[in-house]
């Protein structure tokens, strides 16, 4: 019930009137509970001119309880594969890398420049697959470079 249009005085006549800790007040009217303090002690010295309490207090309902909407329980979905009516949709083809030749690949190559065309024929990679070592090369032994060297394409590993 964050009525900005209630005055203190109408505020702290719900209060009184339903006997609301000041945590709920603060709640219910989204102010600090500091201000319910002083608007009281301000309204308990006469300080405050006239806080006027003239409020139908039952017109308002208890502002104060907390209701609770009706639960209802969210139970995990099933994912089935997708059929139509006319043909048996074919399953998933595994796409990627096949068993451990790639990081073998790339755990083979040392620090001493290798022909990679020959390198990449012998481990069954690809020379694309050796290009982007950034990629495919988990073994974080060092980076892998692949470049010309007097004319032949090499492959080796720079320490790091």
Known sequence: MSDTNLGWGSRLALIDHYEATDEQASATFGVPVDEIVTARELRNSGGAANLPIDIDV???G???????GAT???RPGTREPA?????????PKKRGRKGTKINEAFSAI???PLPAEEFAT???????VLRQAKRFDRT???RVRVKK???TLMVYRESE
């Not at 012998?122 to 694309?128: A, D, F, K, W």
């Open 83 to 91: 059929e139509t009516s006319t043909a048996i949709t074919p399953s």
């Open 140 to 142: 974080g032994l060092g």
């Open 149 to 151: 060297i007097d004319g």
């Open 62 to 68: 208890n502002p104060f309880t907390e209701v609770q």
């Open 110 to 112: 040392g620090t001493d």
């Open 72 to 74: 209802s329980v969210v």
């Open 58 to 60: 039952e017109g308002y």
């Open 122 to 128: 012998t481990r069954n990679v690809s020379l694309n």
